[in-house]
Nanobody
Framework: QVQLEESGGGLVQAGGSLRLSCAAS????????MGWFRQAPGKEREFVAA????????YYSDSVKGRFTISRDNSKNTVFLQLNSLRPEDTATYYC????????????????????WGQGTLVTVSS
């Protein structure tokens, strides 16, 4: 079983940047596909980005494409999400998630496909 812990959230002005980290423990990190999701108050959890086991393949929601970058370092059991050109609408709690078996793009973008979740880190973007 994998335990996930996010860090790096905070308060930033619009146009600023943050780098989120998600450290994994337990299991074999390189066996897991990883994803980032976010949930704003009063809204459903939504897909942000995902990457394959090696990090070779990456996937993004249309709302963050070109601004956010997902990457991973399997030697450090960590996945990252670089957030650039932040907007007030990016304000949310960001969660990382892990799954052994996501295969299709649709699965990677679905929260229900992931088995393990972190507790989340809050990102607040002021205008």
């Amino acid at each position: 079983q994998v335990q996930l812990e996010e860090s790096g959230g905070g308060l930033v002005q619009a146009g600023g940047s943050l780098r989120l980290s998600c450290a994994a423990s337990g299991g074999t990190f390189s066996s897991y596909n990883m994803g980032w999701f976010r949930q704003a108050p009063g809204k459903e959890r939504e897909f942000v980005a995902a990457c394959s086991r090696s990090g070779t393949f990456t996937y993004y929601s249309d709302s963050v494409k070109g601004r956010f970058t997902i990457s991973r370092d399997n030697s450090k059991n960590t996945v990252f999400l670089q957030l650039n050109s932040l907007r007030p609408e990016d304000t949310a709690t960001y969660y990382c998630a892990a799954d052994l078996s996501t295969a299709t793009t649709t699965q990677r973008m679905s929260a229900g496909s992931y088995d393990y979740w972190g507790q989340g880190t809050l990102v607040t973007v002021s205008s």
